[in-house]
């Protein structure tokens, strides 16, 4: 039960305390209509069956996952992989300098600085990568002021980055076929020949996969989308922040003004 005199104090300056707490609730609730709004668009990938492995061959007792790095049927490295690939700085440098040559992604202060790291660093706020690790799919989302530039720069980081995947994969390949053509005609062994022509196959179907497919890397599950609602501000965390602050703000007030009249 309260005192006599916490009564009084309570009767006193409970109606000080409820108005500054609610004219700080209703101070950020209406802050946010000054503040930016962001959309996030986002676009859900799984990776694609040529590089999970999943039309694998294997050469007798040597299998081809053991020629590519032993990443070939096993997802979740690949996953991570992909999301560094995808977050790098040089990746990113690349999107911006083919991708945004009128400038929108950021405000014109940050392109004034001229700094190839502030750029990186200002895109990787608003670009974020998940990764599930469980069902091998990769979540891509970007925020903006604007709904259809967010959605735009989703479907073209996809698009560059399948196009840098097939482009290193048709060289690495062409390598690899011009080095076996090189050993083929020096080899006498019927066996090593053989091995060699499996191998040479091989090499052969990635590049002519590779030379066709666009999404040779990424397959799009979810495509990324025009969001109508914004992601930020959010009223009510503004308001409910607002009302927090001022309830606290309120009580040093009231007990401080307590104190002095007594």
Known sequence: TLTNSETNWFKENYIKVISITLFFGFFGLFSTFFIPKTFKSTVTLEIAEQISGGSQN???????????????????????????????????LSYLKKYDEDQLVFKQNIYKTGNKDVYVREFLKYFKTLSDDET???????????????????????????LSERTNEMQLSQKMIDSLMEDLIVENSSETRSFLNQIYIYYLQKLKISSVKEDYALEVIDPAFIPELHEFPRKSLFAIFGMV???????IFVNISSKKDA
């Open 245 to 251: 602050l001022g309830l606290i703000l309120s009580s």
């Open 136 to 162: 091998s799919l990769l979540t891509l989302s970007f925020e903006h002021t604007s709904p259809v530039i967010a959605k735009n720069t989703l479907e073209n980081i996809v698009s560059e980055f399948n």
């Open 58 to 92: 294997s050469f007798g007792n040597l299998s081809l996952s053991g020629l590519a790095g032993g990443l070939i049927g096993n997802s979740s490295p690949q996953l991570q992989v992909i999301s560094k690939k995808i977050q790098s700085r040089n990746f990113i």
